[in-house]
């Protein structure tokens, strides 16, 4: 046992200092690992719920101006993605609304992800990229109503559902992830 000399302290070797800083250094490495392995959910959810409120606002805006708005679904081939993309209706077609443009702004459904939608119980063929917007599929009637659907997000390589939203008549909206409906709509 060694001796130790009165009012000295015994200091860190620079094997002890090294072997610290390397635990450190690991830990911060995996919790920045595991924040990042969530971060796709996370994305995908906000691109679902993002959807959810702009269909609500579309169908508040249909009531209120007496126009039809419509989403529709298109693939960027450049990311190999899909986004979704805002139409309203005017007496000449359809084009995307010239007010609130960062409502109505094309937002990506996330990376390595496949949409399905479903409309009064059919499935809709998703077309891919538009150069010229035609009828969307998801229409939002000044009346108040829209046809009941689903979209629903699978991982393009498991074919897993990752989010699935419903929505009725009158546009009250469901949302549900893999382990089933949330409540907190």
């Known amino acids: 046992m060694g001796h130790v000399v009165p009012g000295y302290s015994r200091a860190f070797s620079l094997v002890e200092l090294l072997v610290v800083l390397f635990v450190v250094v690991l830990m911060t490495s995996l919790a920045t690992l595991g924040l990042n392995l969530g971060s796709r959910d996370r994305d995908i959810e906000s691109a679902v719920r993002g959807i ?3 269909a609500g ?3 508040d805006e249909a009531q209120f101006s ?9 693939r960027d ?10 139409l ?5 077609g359809w084009r995307r609304p010239e ?5 109505w702004e094309a937002r990506s459904l996330g990376e390595g992800v496949m949409p399905e939608l479903m409309l009064e119980g059919r499935d809709v063929a998703l077309v891919g990229n538009q150069a010229e917007p035609d009828a969307p599929p998801v229409v939002f009637y000044a009346s108040g109503e829209t046809a ?10 498991t074919g897993a559902v990752l989010w699935r939203l419903r929505w009725d008549l009158l546009g009250r ?9 949330l409540d907190d709509q």
């Open 57 to 59: 606002y579309a169908l």
């Open 88 to 92: 309203e209706r005017w007496p000449d």
């Open 77 to 86: 081939a450049a990311s190999d993605s899909w986004r979704t993309q805002w």
């Open 148 to 157: 009941p659907g689903e979209l629903t997000l699978r991982d393009r390589e």
């Open 52 to 54: 959810m409120g702009v």
């Open 173 to 181: 909206f469901t949302l549900e992830n893999a382990e089933g409906p």
């Open 66 to 74: 007496g126009r039809d708005y419509g989403m529709r679904l298109v």
């Open 99 to 103: 007010t609130a443009r960062d409502v």
